[in-house]
Every structure is written in C-alpha cells, then in structure tokens.
C-alpha cells in the first residue's frame, strides 16, 4: 500500500475578498468597489457574475463583467453595471468566461443597501 502526507500543501486560489459577509457590502445606484486574491490565483482573467439566493429577487445570475484581468486585483464596478433591488442574500461569483457553470470563487452571502446608504469602513 502507497500512502501519501501532505504537510504544508496549499493550492492557489481565487477568492472574493469584497463584497462579502455582514461588513462588506454594495449601495444600490452607486460605484462600489470588488477586490480579490489576485496575488494567489491561478487564473489569467474570469467573468463576474451576481447572483441571488432568492430567485423573486434575481431569477438567474447576471454577468455584470464579461471579462476581467486577475492582475488588476481590484475594479470599480458603476450603477449602470449593477441595477438591482437592495436586498440581503447576494454573492459574487468569478467564473471560467468560456464555461460560466465553472466556479472559480464565491463570496460570502452580502447586502445591496438602498441608495443614500453609507459605504461600509475597510481598511
């Protein structure tokens, strides 16, 4: 029998880093800002997509970059890219541009607040 240790192995990833979770979110019919691990990912570019967990709110997920630089690390997305309802329940997911079925990172579940909302604090 062969049998294998893996100490210390790690594999690059991509992982959303903003929007996510209950203190990174978006404010509706504003510029708001998506960052990533651009520094640890093993893909050249993807596509963005957002989606709902709540199909009344977004009945499927909805490309708002069609193809993105991972080297850019960070990207302005404008109101017009992104009109949605302010709701709870969103995720960003970065995907294969050729295959949008494959998931290369999702984030974590955040918040579109209505317009006139504060942006959250990051440091």
Do not use: H, M
């Amino acid at each position: 029998a062969i049998t294998a240790t893996f100490v210390g192995f790690s594999v690059a990833q991509l992982q959303v880093t903003n929007p996510g979770g209950p203190d990174l979110w978006w404010v509706a019919k504003s510029i708001n800002i998506l960052s990533w691990t651009c520094d640890t990912s093993p893909f050249q570019t993807f596509t963005v997509l957002i989606a709902n967990e709540d199909p009344k709110i977004l009945p499927a997920p909805l490309a708002i970059i069609a193809v993105q630089n991972n080297s850019d690390c960070s990207r302005a997305v404008a109101p017009d890219q992104v009109n949605l309802t302010p709701a709870t329940g969103y995720a960003i997911r970065l995907v294969d541009p050729l295959n949008s079925t494959s998931i290369f990172a999702t984030s974590e579940k955040f918040e579109i607040k209505p317009l006139g909302a504060a942006y959250p604090i990051t440091t």
